[in-house]
């Protein structure tokens, strides 16, 4: 039993930075763009 809740643990953690880490990837680049968009009216 405990074993199973350590897997579920290790499972739900490793999906949370796998999601974070391409939300980072995604959301930087947009990020950079657009600040470096507004840079150029400036």
């Given at each position: 039993?405990?074993?199973?809740?350590?897997?579920?643990?290790?499972?739900?953690?490793?999906?949370?930075?796998?999601?974070?880490?391409?939300?980072?990837?995604?959301?930087?680049?947009?990020?950079?763009?657009s600040?470096?968009?507004?840079?150029s009216?400036?």
């Amino acid at each position: 039993m405990e074993l199973v809740s350590l897997c579920n643990t290790i499972t739900i953690i490793s999906h949370s930075v796998l999601y974070v880490s391409l939300s980072y990837y995604i959301i930087n680049p947009c990020t950079s763009a657009s600040s470096n968009f507004d840079d150029s009216f400036s």
